[in-house]
């Protein structure tokens, strides 16, 4: 019923940016929080940015000044603009919904929809 399609990931040089998308479908983003995650290899999956439903925003200190999680209510669509890209932020994005937990910053169980994931890869 619920899905979350990420889109927008690729690769690019260091200092570049990217804006990331996530169509979401089942369920109403406006009424719902919303984050982006990220994975990188050999690592675990962190949170990068998250939206309350007052739409607070959360950003991890590694992205905070280049990173922006934003919404747009009519195309029930969450982004992430990416700017000063770094090779650290190369990973695997998710967009998630569906917290089950008031507390913020987020871990990874509190969300029970996840998207497939898109690359993003920052060469030196």
């Known amino acids: 019923q619920v899905s979350l399609v990420e889109s927008g990931g690729g690769l690019v040089q260091s200092g570049g940016s990217l804006r990331l998308s996530c169509a979401v479908s089942?369920?109403?983003?406006?009424?719902?929080?919303m984050a982006w995650y990220r994975q990188a290899p050999g690592k675990q999956r962190a949170l990068v940015a998250s939206?309350?439903?007052?739409?607070?925003?959360y950003y991890a200190d590694s992205v905070k000044g280049r990173f922006t999680i934003s919404s747009d209510n009519a195309k029930n669509m969450v982004f992430l603009q990416m700017n000063v890209l770094k090779p650290e932020d190369t990973a695997v994005y998710y967009c998630?919904?569906?917290?089950?937990?008031?507390?913020?910053?987020?871990?990874?169980?509190?969300?029970?929809?996840w998207g497939q994931g898109t690359q993003v890869t920052i060469s030196s």
């Open positions: 998630a919904t569906d917290c089950l937990s008031p507390g913020w910053p987020t871990v990874v169980t509190d969300w029970s929809y």
């Open positions: 089942g369920i109403i983003v406006s009424r719902n929080a």
């Open positions: 939206l309350s439903t007052g739409r607070k925003v």
